[in-house]
């Protein structure tokens, strides 16, 4: 889901701040600690990748995203000056917490589940589906937080997310846009500089 934010906020960041200012800008991103980000999206495409042939794997699955996460929150609080990064730290500890109160997994709802087609819901209710998820149940705590939310057509993918997801993307998206989209001041100088020249 994360990923939705991000091409949403470029397409949206190019329309309004065009190339000059848009990729060029995006371009020289500078966080604290900028590796960190990359390395836990692979990390957890690593582990996605190998959980079904390590049998050792799958059952600390849980442990490793959850350490994910607190790596990343750690990752965003030290660049929280950033626009729209507070707000994705805040998702993310949403999803966080979901996950660490229901043993480091997170709940999906079977009947949001149900946009995925029946290959998924028999995984979930079998208990085989993937190993971050299982089936949210009445033993769930904080369900409200959990993967409730089924979107499909028209939106362009299929998927269930979380109240968290959405909060997460639009701190990214909010982010995105405080890059690429050129500064009032800096619109003002240009057309100063613009006029000083014409002159």
């Known amino acids: 889901m994360v990923y939705d934010g991000i091409i949403l906020g470029l397409i949206v960041g190019l329309f309004r701040g065009g190339l000059k200012n848009g990729?060029?800008?995006?371009?020289?991103?500078?966080?604290?600690?900028?590796?960190?980000?990359?390395i836990l999206l692979l990390i957890q495409f690593l582990i996605f990748r190998f959980?079904?042939?390590?049998?050792?794997l799958a059952p600390a699955s849980g442990y490793f995203f959850m350490s994910i996460y607190v790596i990343g929150m750690a990752f965003l609080w030290m660049n929280?000056?950033?626009?729209g990064f507070?707000?994705?730290l805040i998702g993310v500890f949403f999803n966080f917490l979901v996950m660490a109160v229901n043993g480091g997994r997170m709940p999906v709802s079977l009947d949001?589940?149900?946009?995925?087609?029946p290959y998924y819901t028999e995984l979930l209710t079998s208990g085989d589906a993937v190993y971050k998820h299982y089936m949210l149940d009445a033993s769930t705590r904080l369900s409200f937080l959990g993967d409730i939310i089924p979107l499909s057509n028209p939106y362009p993918r299929t998927q269930v997310i979380s109240i968290g997801d959405v909060v997460m993307n639009l701190g990214i998206f909010l982010y995105i846009q405080s890059i690429m989209v050129p500064k009032k001041d800096t619109e003002d100088q240009d057309l100063a500089t613009s006029l000083h020249t014409s002159n």
């Open 80 to 83: 929280r000056q950033n626009k």
């Open 51 to 56: 959980q079904g042939d390590a049998s050792w």
């Open 23 to 38: 990729l060029v800008q995006f371009g020289q991103i500078k966080l604290k600690g900028g590796l960190i980000f990359p």
């Open 112 to 117: 949001a589940a149900q946009v995925l087609g």
């Open 86 to 88: 507070m707000i994705i």
